[in-house]
């Protein structure tokens, strides 16, 4: 043990990262530290910044003649990135993260051993080219470690990131929004996410404090892709599209001229699968009821909106690019109009009912 020489620098990214405690669980951890006259656990440092303990060490500014211990990392990180994947690593240990805690966490580890890794910041369907170092570890392997580590999907790794990259690109224009919605004040949902990270630059502030106002002031959350709907949703995709190119069938390829990344070859493999999977549905080898018809429906259109979502996630220009999101837009008026079209003859059965009565 030693005595307090407040020697730490306090690294505002590092810190950022770690859930922030209650006024009460504040108080009760002072309390605890005062009972036992010492700090228990030590300070973690990368050199002379502060890793983890950031409320002890305030606690320890406060009462200078308490002793502690401190513990460095830098023999095993190296850089900032090595630093950030250890911080959320450790806090993902902890039990009482909420989803949206655990969620950022793993988006912001998985970001940090990407880059670490070569610097690629490709998908889990990115192949890393020309690498010259055998036991590199791919992107895919990270992925699907990092996802067995939390007990969650792979896919859901990759909705992680761009989930705490929105949640960053928040805080940025609406200093504060972090915390509010890693503790769960504030709800964003997946589509919400997904219509900030396409806005442009000069609206964000409008568009994220209107966003704000609009939650604090009652504004309904969007139930449709909580953190746990979508976590179950993946895992019943991944199941029964186990493979990478079935996950990735397209039934319309409105951008063949700004996809150079899918070939002809594999379009007519995509194609084929198409048909393969159509045939399949038509022979049953059992008849069908009209709950279990019912149970295709729902899940077709969870798989939908799973596949879409996917999709803006990998490529996010389909977002950002004008052009682009207009021809998305546009290979989705079919479903659009279907709809429509189910509805307009719901609202023609519902006045034949009313009127026979």
């Given at each position: 043990?030693?005595?307090?020489k407040?020697?730490?620098?306090?690294?505002?990214e590092?810190?950022?990262?770690i859930?922030?405690l209650?006024?009460?669980?504040?108080?009760q951890l002072?309390e605890?530290?005062?009972?036992e006259?010492?700090?228990?656990s030590?300070l973690?440092?990368?050199?002379?910044?502060?890793v983890?303990?950031?409320?002890r060490y305030?606690?320890?500014?406060?009462?200078?003649e308490?002793?502690y211990?401190t513990?460095?990392?830098?023999c095993t990180?190296?850089?900032?990135?090595?630093?950030?994947a250890w911080?959320?690593k450790?806090?993902?240990g902890?039990?009482?993260?909420?989803?949206?805690?655990k969620?950022?966490l793993?988006g912001?580890?998985?970001?940090?051993?990407?880059s670490?890794?070569?610097g690629?910041?490709g998908?889990?369907?990115?192949q890393?080219?020309n690498?010259?170092i055998?036991n590199?570890?791919?992107?895919?392997?990270?992925?699907?470690?990092?996802?067995?580590?939390?007990?969650?999907?792979?896919?859901?790794?990759?909705?992680a990131?761009?989930?705490?990259?929105?949640?960053?690109l928040?805080?940025?224009y609406c200093?504060?929004?972090?915390?509010?919605?890693?503790?769960?004040?504030?709800?964003?949902?997946?589509?919400e996410?997904?219509?900030?990270?396409g806005t442009?630059?000069?609206?964000?502030?409008?568009?994220?404090s209107?966003?704000?106002?609009?939650k604090?002031n009652?504004?309904?959350?969007?139930s449709?892709?909580?953190?746990e709907?979508?976590e179950?949703?993946?895992?019943?995709?991944?199941?029964?599209?186990s493979?990478?190119?079935?996950?990735?069938?397209?039934?319309?390829?409105?951008l063949?001229?700004?996809?150079?990344?899918?070939?002809?070859?594999?379009r007519?493999?995509e194609?084929?699968?198409?048909?393969?999977?159509?045939e399949?549905?038509a022979?049953?080898?059992h008849?069908?009821?009209?709950e279990g018809?019912f149970?295709?429906?729902?899940?077709?259109?969870?798989s939908?909106?799973?596949?879409?979502?996917?999709?803006?996630?990998?490529?996010?220009?389909?977002?950002?690019?004008?052009?682009?999101?207009?021809?998305?837009?546009?290979?989705?008026?079919?479903a659009?109009?279907?709809i429509v079209h189910?509805k307009?003859q719901h609202?023609?059965?519902?006045?034949k009912?009313?009127n026979s009565?």
């Amino acid at each position: 043990m030693k005595k307090n020489k407040f020697e730490f620098i306090i690294d505002s990214e590092f810190q950022s990262q770690i859930p922030a405690l209650t006024d009460e669980e504040f108080q009760q951890l002072e309390e605890n530290i005062l009972s036992e006259g010492e700090v228990l656990s030590p300070l973690i440092v990368w050199g002379n910044i502060l890793v983890d303990g950031h409320n002890r060490y305030k606690i320890l500014q406060q009462h200078p003649e308490i002793p502690y211990t401190t513990r460095s990392i830098s023999c095993t990180c190296e850089t900032r990135e090595d630093v950030l994947a250890w911080i959320c690593k450790h806090q993902l240990g902890r039990r009482n993260l909420t989803p949206e805690q655990k969620k950022f966490l793993i988006g912001k580890q998985y970001h940090s051993e990407k880059s670490t890794r070569g610097g690629n910041h490709g998908n889990q369907y990115t192949q890393v080219a020309n690498c010259q170092i055998d036991n590199l570890p791919s992107v895919e392997n990270t992925t699907e470690r990092i996802a067995k580590e939390n007990n969650v999907s792979p896919s859901f790794v990759i909705r992680a990131e761009q989930f705490m990259k929105t949640v960053e690109l928040m805080e940025k224009y609406c200093p504060g929004i972090q915390e509010e919605i890693l503790s769960g004040k504030l709800k964003l949902s997946q589509r919400e996410a997904t219509i900030i990270r396409g806005t442009p630059t000069e609206a964000l502030p409008t568009v994220v404090s209107t966003w704000r106002e609009e939650k604090l002031n009652g504004k309904p959350d969007d139930s449709a892709d909580t953190y746990e709907n979508l976590e179950l949703l993946s895992k019943v995709t991944e199941r029964n599209f186990s493979s990478a190119a079935t996950s990735k069938i397209q039934t319309a390829d409105p951008l063949s001229e700004n996809r150079p990344f899918i070939s002809s070859g594999k379009r007519s493999t995509e194609l084929q699968t198409i048909r393969e999977l159509g045939e399949k549905m038509a022979t049953v080898d059992h008849v069908a009821d009209a709950e279990g018809m019912f149970s295709e429906i729902n899940s077709a259109s969870d798989s939908f909106i799973f596949r879409l979502e996917q999709c803006f996630a990998l490529y996010p220009d389909f977002l950002t690019n004008v052009e682009i999101e207009a021809k998305v837009i546009a290979a989705l008026q079919k479903a659009e109009s279907y709809i429509v079209h189910l509805k307009e003859q719901h609202r023609q059965h519902l006045l034949k009912t009313t009127n026979s009565q």
